[in-house]
């Protein structure tokens, strides 16, 4: 079974300023990971995905994550919050090994971050 | 390209009645899940189709069914709809057997039920 826990519910920070959104995962196998956001009212965008490559995964807008099997974690930052970024993430896993039929995404249960001016 | 679509965007029942909601797959992608995000929560996974067939199932009752057609566009049917069907609901779409390929998402369909 596998199963991501989202460490913080709400993070608050203020423009211009890091951000930080932690992740733990748990998986029986080397898992695919990703982060996904969404804004109010609208569907899920990918902004970046962990697949066994390299660690430290670049994505859109400036986030980067990176994947420490040692502490089962995948962290969300940005150097450098902007007022767009306000939205709920979640970090996402399945499992790589899974064929197309069998692979379903389990979602943590999201952190909604909010940039103050 | 068009991404993932999702129709209808908006939508409300009454409980007991049926609702059927439908996707297009971004193109080239042959597999489609759905999920239900309730508020204030992280969506859920309640079955995906590949080769027009149900491939797996969430923890989800049967009054959830779907469709996949041939040209895996696809329909996710909700009978006898409840009060806590409403939430909004997922069509991800994807190509092929590797777990590492990008999964997209299109907007959803609000569902309210009253």
């Known amino acids: 079974a596998q199963s991501v826990t989202q460490l913080d519910s709400h993070v608050s920070v203020s423009e211009g300023t890091p951000v930080l959104l932690r992740c733990n995962y748990s998986?029986?196998?080397?898992?695919?990971l990703f982060w996904y956001v969404q804004h109010p009212n609208k569907g899920l965008q990918l902004l970046l995905k962990y697949t066994s490559a390299a660690t430290l995964v670049k994505g859109i807008n400036g986030f980067e994550a990176e994947f420490k099997k040692s502490e089962t974690s995948f962290h969300l930052t940005k150097p450098s919050a902007h007022m767009s970024d306000a939205a709920e993430y979640f970090c996402?896993?399945?499992?790589?090994?899974?064929?197309?039929?069998?692979?379903?995404?389990?979602f943590g249960s999201g952190t909604q971050l909010t940039v103050l001016p | 390209d068009a991404g993932v679509t999702q129709s209808p965007t908006h939508l409300i029942k009454t409980r007991g009645q049926q609702v059927t909601l439908r996707c297009s797959p971004k193109s080239g992608h042959d597999t489609v899940s759905w999920y239900q995000q309730a508020l204030g929560q992280g969506p859920q996974f309640i079955f995906q189709?590949?080769?027009?067939?149900?491939?797996q199932r969430g923890n989800f009752p049967d009054r959830f069914s779907g469709h996949q057609f041939p040209n895996y566009s696809s329909e996710l049917n909700v009978n006898a709809l409840l009060l806590g069907d409403s939430a909004l609901y997922l069509c991800a779409s994807s190509f092929g057997t590797s777990g590492g390929n990008t999964i997209y998402f299109g907007e959803g369909s609000w569902l309210t039920v009253v």
């Open positions: 996402v896993v399945s499992d790589p090994r899974a064929s197309g039929s069998a692979r379903q995404l389990t």
């Open positions: 998986s029986s196998y080397s898992p695919s």
């Open positions: 189709y590949y080769e027009e067939e149900e491939r």
